[in-house]
């Protein structure tokens, strides 16, 4: 069980954005290497590029949408050590394993053991899973991490196992796990591209989401509780933070997996391997912000725009307007380039003509990639003739026929 859980007659491409944000005098750059990219395209290539480019200073990092669209990497598929974010996969493993969340849990010796980070579990202690997933997530908790494992695989050998297969299941190519905490040991490593992979598959899931925006933690401890502070400080601090968890060995550095949402946008970064506490956030929070200047919701079509003038076929010059049917708004990535319109709409209609009836389609595209495509449909009903009109529109297209005329009106396209 898992908690995770018509013929185109005319067409016509009108550019609607601009391609590049400008360089802004003044702009203090960051490290440019040659590995970085912004999307799938190196920074190096483009003087441009350079100057857009996110002011950061870290060894290795990632900046990716909610669907996994990479907006900014550096050596995203480098081997490192991970330190805590490790219980992401943890948690991930445990929430796929059918556990209950209310499921009572008895701390194992194996918790006592492990040093490090904790939460000062004591052997025999009962906590629910939902309690422990709390104190590793929140406050990192190696002893919380040790509990759950046992718990759900009955050894840390058979847990790691687990993970390791996740990590399979998830194609996580630059990732082998030895142990549940992040501890360093020989062979336990990831990439930033496997952490914000792993990230944007826990983060699926709600009872994940919750807990990792949490700011504190309480833990029993015999008849009274313990406080913890989240070890995120971009919580409360970062308009928009939602999560999700933070690392420090001495092998790893100090790295942070983090997310946050603005006008309906949900970033992932990860940074890996700076040398302090506070560099971590404060390049987290640049690559935020500059994912959010330049990764955007935009209205790419306005409902009511015509389209096309369509000409009906069975009137001398009679039209019916063609309308885009609806307003569309989507993410567009500026760097990716201009954002174009084609309208593909017929040129001609028999009628009767039904409002709303569908006279063609509007496709959005930034880049190659679709954006959006919308129906055009006509703005109003137009009925077959009459009889008597019928003649008297056979009389004039004969008449014209023979003196010269227009036999139907002429189609206009306005888009």
């Not at 929430?95 to 492990?114: F, H, I």
């Not at 006509?378 to 019928?390: M, S, Y």
Request: net charge neutral; glycine share 8%; proline share 4%.
């Amino acid at each position: 069980m898992s908690w995770f859980g018509a013929t185109v007659r005319s067409s016509r491409v009108l550019v609607v954005l601009v391609a590049l944000i400008a360089f802004m005098p003044g702009r203090a750059l960051g490290e440019v290497r040659p590995s970085d990219t912004l999307g799938e395209t190196p920074v190096s290539s483009s003087k441009t590029l350079g100057a857009i480019a996110p002011d950061v200073t870290l060894p290795a990092g990632i900046l990716e949408t909610a669907d996994g669209e990479l907006l900014w990497a550096r050596v995203q598929d480098e081997e490192r050590s991970m330190a805590s974010t490790t219980k992401i996969m943890t948690a991930i493993v445990v929430m796929d394993s059918g556990v209950q969340l209310d499921e009572r849990v008895t701390v194992p010796p194996e918790a006592a053991k492990v040093g490090e980070a904790g939460v000062g579990l004591v052997p025999g202690q009962g906590l629910t899973v939902r309690q422990l997933l709390e104190a590793m997530l929140v406050h990192s908790g190696n002893d919380a991490a040790i509990t759950l494992a046992v718990h759900v695989s009955g050894s840390l050998d058979a847990f790691v196992e687990a993970m390791n297969a996740k990590a399979t299941e998830l194609d996580l190519r630059n990732s082998t796990f030895t142990n549940p905490h992040g501890l360093d040991e020989a062979g336990h490593h990831t990439s930033a591209a496997d952490l914000a992979t792993m990230a944007r598959y826990a983060m699926r899931n709600q009872v994940f989401r919750d807990i990792v925006r949490m700011k504190e933690v309480r833990i029993p401890a015999g008849s009274s509780t313990r406080r913890f502070d989240a070890s995120n400080l971009l919580l409360g601090t970062y308009t928009g933070a939602t999560g999700i968890k933070t690392g420090w060995t001495s092998d790893a550095g100090y790295c942070l997996v983090a997310s946050a949402e603005r006008g309906g946008i949900e970033l992932y970064t990860v940074v890996l391997g700076t040398k302090t506490e506070n560099a971590r956030f404060v390049q987290a929070k640049r690559l935020l912000d500059w994912g959010f200047a330049h990764y955007a919701v935009k209205q790419v079509t306005s409902a009511e725009q015509t389209a096309s003038i369509v000409a009906v076929t069975d009137y001398l010059d009679r039209t019916v307007p063609a309308l885009v049917a609806e307003t569309t708004s989507t993410a567009v990535y500026d760097i990716r380039g201009p954002v174009t319109v084609q309208a593909d709409v017929i040129g001609e209609v028999a009628a009767p003509v039904v409002k709303g009836q569908r006279l063609g389609t509007l496709t959005v595209k930034q880049g190659g990639r679709l954006l959006a495509q919308v129906p055009i449909v006509a703005a109003q009903a137009v009925p077959v003739p009459t009889f008597w009109e019928g003649v008297q529109i056979g009389a004039t297209r004969f008449w014209r026929q023979l003196f010269g005329g227009a036999l139907k009106a002429v189609p206009l396209t306005v888009m």
